[in-house]
């Protein structure tokens, strides 16, 4: 008998290790399951998250460009409100006109019309080149709409008569004296 408890012992310790690698096999494909099941839980959750960052994106591309046509649209509001009042001065001028016969009066009111206009303008950074005749002829300011036989030498190849007046906006030309140039 002590025989037959060895050997028993020993059967149980063998089926025990036994068992234990049978559990440990069975329980690795399940680990790497698991693993697969996690990283295929990562792979999604990482899917959803680069979807709504995209959808975020590209709401936000829809926003700042509405929020630039916006701008653009709205950009003159400003400016066209301040020259209401000027609008308003040459209305009452007109209606003032057709009751009087002053010419000095009129004058007078069409010269602080002017002046008025002139402000506003140069309050928003609008800026009449100063005259070219006599200067010589720059492409960077001057547009050429003729030109005729200078009338001496050294008026060759410079401004003899400005028909239209430049303009410069913040230090930037935007439109060009119209000049008459000699030959």
Known sequence: MPENKEQDEVQATTDTQENTEEQVQEQEPVIELSRE?????????????HLRMFAEFENFKKRTAKERI?????????FFESMLPILDDFDRASKH??????????????????SKLTGILDQKGLKPMNSS?????NTDFHEAITQIPAPS????GKVIDETEKG?????????????????
């Open 97 to 114: 006109r057709e009751t009087t016969k002053e010419t000095e009066e009129m004058a007078k009111g069409m010269d602080l019309i002017h």
């Open 37 to 49: 099941e996690q990283l295929e839980k990562e792979v999604i959750e990482l899917k959803d998250k």
């Open 153 to 156: 030498k050294k008026m060759i």
């Open 167 to 183: 303009y410069l906006l913040n230090d930037k030309v935007i439109r060009y004296a119209k000049v008459v140039v000699g030959k």
């Open 133 to 137: 005749v006599g200067t010589a002829f």
């Open 70 to 78: 916006d701008l653009y649209r709205n950009a003159g509001l400003e």
